[in-house]
């Protein structure tokens, strides 16, 4: 059995392969490295996914993750899954590759993720090929759920906003000032509140304010990220990720601006994952 994962910064898709080729899919929470020990990794594991499958006849597990650049963090996730996987070959990588195995197969094209983070890459066919940097929630992720989540807070607390917007706001979360100062100052995961706030704008997404603040975010995603490769209107540009595929009227929009047109847009990458691995 092959056992494929896409894990980004709030959730994690799951796909088993059985040897009939039927595919059976689960959702974790997201399983960053960055953020996660190997011990919570591994109790998330126990409590979530182990009880539903046959651990020990998985062959094959590739999981892809935010965070798993680092060689160092692949071995702390590794060690998590070899308590449980004892008769598989695991094989880590980035959540960037899978988005651009997803998208493009065995082409070459420029893969872009947008979803609680941000993310993208020229893909050359084969492997990564040259990645501009993404600095996270805090100095990037432009385009992103977090990013526009932080840019709409800002605006929040300093009383920036359209009144209508701000009391609709106000009478959907209830949070105060301190709450929402605790949730990105002190409580953990602060990307995953920051991005939990684009229900809320895909909601009133008619509003102005909302819909230049989307646009806004877009248009930074393509000058930081997409204008920086070399190829960006050479080769196809396809993306992945919710806030991709629920605002893709604007990006696409926005897309235009650049001169640019959108080949692709996965809400996930993890079912093309499942018949590029079954291949």
């Given at each position: 059995?092959?056992?494929?994962?896409?894990?980004?910064?709030?959730?994690?898709?799951?796909?088993?392969?059985?040897?009939?080729?039927?595919?059976?899919?689960?959702?974790?929470?997201?399983?960053?490295?960055?953020?996660?020990?190997?011990?919570?990794?591994?109790?998330?594991?126990?409590?979530?996914?182990?009880?539903?499958?046959?651990?020990?006849?998985?062959?094959?597990?590739?999981?892809?993750?935010?965070?798993?650049?680092?060689?160092?963090?692949?071995?702390?996730?590794?060690?998590?899954?070899?308590?449980?996987?004892?008769?598989?070959?695991?094989?880590?990588?980035?959540?960037?590759?899978?988005?651009?195995?997803?998208?493009?197969?065995?082409?070459?094209?420029?893969?872009?993720?947008?979803?609680?983070?941000?993310?993208?890459?020229?893909f050359d066919g084969s492997k990564i090929a040259e990645n501009i940097i993404s600095l996270g929630y805090f100095f990037g992720d432009?385009?992103?759920?977090?990013?526009?989540?932080?840019?709409?807070?800002?605006?929040?607390?300093?009383?920036?906003?359209?009144?209508?917007?701000?009391?609709?706001?106000?009478?959907?979360?209830?949070?105060?000032?301190?709450?929402?100062?605790?949730?990105?100052?002190?409580?953990?995961?602060?990307?995953?509140?920051?991005?939990?706030?684009?229900?809320?704008?895909?909601?009133?997404?008619?509003?102005?304010?909302?819909?230049?603040?989307?646009?806004?975010?877009?248009?930074?995603?393509?000058?930081?990220?997409?204008?920086?490769y070399e190829k960006f209107r050479k080769v196809p540009i396809s993306f992945s990720g919710s806030v991709?595929?629920?605002?893709?009227?604007?990006?696409?929009?926005?897309?235009?601006?650049?001169?640019?047109?959108?080949?692709?847009?996965?809400?996930?990458?993890?079912?093309?994952?499942?018949?590029?691995?079954?291949?």
């Amino acid at each position: 059995m092959i056992l494929i994962a896409d894990s980004g910064a709030s959730k994690s898709d799951w796909i088993l392969i059985d040897q009939n080729r039927e595919f059976l899919n689960f959702q974790l929470v997201g399983l960053n490295p960055y953020y996660l020990s190997t011990k919570e990794t591994e109790d998330i594991l126990s409590k979530e996914l182990i009880p539903f499958i046959e651990a020990k006849r998985v062959e094959h597990l590739f999981f892809y993750g935010a965070g798993c650049s680092s060689v160092y963090k692949c071995m702390m996730l590794e060690e998590a899954f070899q308590k449980f996987f004892t008769h598989a070959e695991i094989q880590i990588e980035s959540d960037l590759l899978a988005s651009a195995r997803a998208l493009f197969g065995l082409n070459e094209g420029i893969a872009c993720i947008l979803g609680t983070g941000s993310n993208s890459c020229y893909f050359d066919g084969s492997k990564i090929a040259e990645n501009i940097i993404s600095l996270g929630y805090f100095f990037g992720d432009e385009g992103s759920g977090a990013h526009m989540g932080r840019l709409f807070i800002k605006d929040f607390l300093l009383n920036n906003l359209p009144e209508s917007l701000s009391e609709s706001f106000k009478n959907k979360y209830h949070y105060s000032r301190d709450n929402i100062l605790d949730a990105v100052y002190n409580l953990p995961f602060p990307n995953r509140f920051l991005a939990s706030f684009c229900k809320f704008f895909a909601d009133n997404l008619s509003e102005k304010y909302i819909h230049e603040l989307i646009e806004n975010s877009f248009r930074e995603f393509f000058i930081n990220q997409v204008e920086k490769y070399e190829k960006f209107r050479k080769v196809p540009i396809s993306f992945s990720g919710s806030v991709a595929y629920y605002f893709e009227p604007v990006l696409k929009a926005v897309a235009k601006e650049f001169d640019v047109k959108i080949e692709k847009i996965l809400k996930t990458p993890i079912n093309a994952l499942a018949e590029f691995h079954s291949k």
